[in-house]
């Protein structure tokens, strides 16, 4: 069952999802810096904990081991934690305690691009995401659309197809600031 958050909107962190390579670790920094507000990114916090990059884990301690790891340190920043700006890895919110978590006590933007877009990115993500690793574009191609039923439950998103990270990041502050004034004005 999921709890209503008693956590005030304007201070809830705002948790960045979508598929791998969309952008969350890069316009999830440049967000933080618009709000005067901590980044953090999952992957690295994971990294730095198990001292070892990504790649690593999966292969010397298994994708199982990561997912564990990975789901409880979301759950943790989710329930004591707040004001933050957090990019997740692409994968982590297939798990439905995360998913939970995430929706109960933060605001959860989706970052969207279209297929078509996202191939590009492929070259520059391939080797430091072990799940592209030895991968068909097809089998990627079904990955990415059989992620997007999970990706579908947020509050907000942001198509990204023809933004550079810093228009995506200005969309995304703007939106943010809307929906406080909105529901939580400050005269309140
Ligand atoms: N809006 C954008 N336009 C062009 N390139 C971008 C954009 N956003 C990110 N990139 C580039 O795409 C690559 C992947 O970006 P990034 O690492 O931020 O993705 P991610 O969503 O955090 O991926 P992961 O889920 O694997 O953590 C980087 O090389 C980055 O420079
Ligand atoms: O989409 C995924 O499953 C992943 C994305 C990356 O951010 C990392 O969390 C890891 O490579 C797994
Ligand atoms: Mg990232």
């Given at each position: 069952?999921?709890?209503?958050?008693?956590?005030?909107?304007?201070?809830?962190?705002?948790?960045?999802?979508?598929?791998?390579?969309?952008?969350?670790?890069?316009?999830?920094?440049?967000?933080?810096?618009?709000?005067?507000?901590?980044?953090?990114?999952?992957?690295?916090?994971?990294?730095?904990?198990?001292?070892?990059?990504?790649?690593?884990?999966?292969e010397q301690m298994g994708e199982d081991y990561f997912r564990k790891v990975e789901r409880e340190l979301i759950v943790d920043l989710?329930?004591?934690?707040?004001?933050?700006?957090?990019?997740?890895?692409?994968?982590?919110?297939?798990?439905?305690?995360?998913?939970?978590?995430?929706?109960?006590?933060?605001?959860?933007?989706?970052?969207?691009?279209?297929?078509?877009?996202?191939?590009?990115?492929?070259?520059?993500i391939v080797n430091s995401r072990p799940l592209l690793k030895n991968k068909t574009l097809e089998e990627v191609e079904q990955l990415?659309?059989?992620?997007?039923?999970?990706?579908?439950?947020?509050?907000?998103?942001?198509?990204?197809?023809?933004?550079?990270?810093?228009?995506?990041?200005?969309?995304?502050?703007?939106?943010?600031?809307?929906?406080?004034?909105?529901?939580?004005?400050?005269?309140?």
């Amino acid at each position: 069952m999921k709890e209503h958050s008693e956590i005030p909107l304007r201070e809830r962190n705002i948790v960045l999802i979508g598929f791998m390579g969309v952008g969350k670790t890069t316009i999830g920094q440049l967000v933080a810096k618009k709000l005067y507000r901590d980044f953090i990114d999952v992957d690295q916090e994971i990294e730095n904990r198990c001292n070892m990059p990504i790649p690593m884990i999966f292969e010397q301690m298994g994708e199982d081991y990561f997912r564990k790891v990975e789901r409880e340190l979301i759950v943790d920043l989710c329930t004591n934690t707040r004001l933050k700006i957090i990019s997740l890895g692409g994968g982590a919110y297939l798990q439905e305690e995360v998913r939970n978590a995430c929706l109960s006590h933060c605001i959860v933007f989706f970052l969207d691009l279209s297929w078509e877009y996202w191939k590009d990115r492929l070259p520059l993500i391939v080797n430091s995401r072990p799940l592209l690793k030895n991968k068909t574009l097809e089998e990627v191609e079904q990955l990415f659309f059989k992620r997007r039923e999970a990706y579908s439950l947020h509050n907000s998103r942001v198509l990204t197809n023809e933004l550079d990270p810093e228009t995506a990041a200005e969309q995304i502050v703007e939106s943010i600031k809307l929906t406080w004034d909105l529901y939580q004005p400050h005269d309140k």
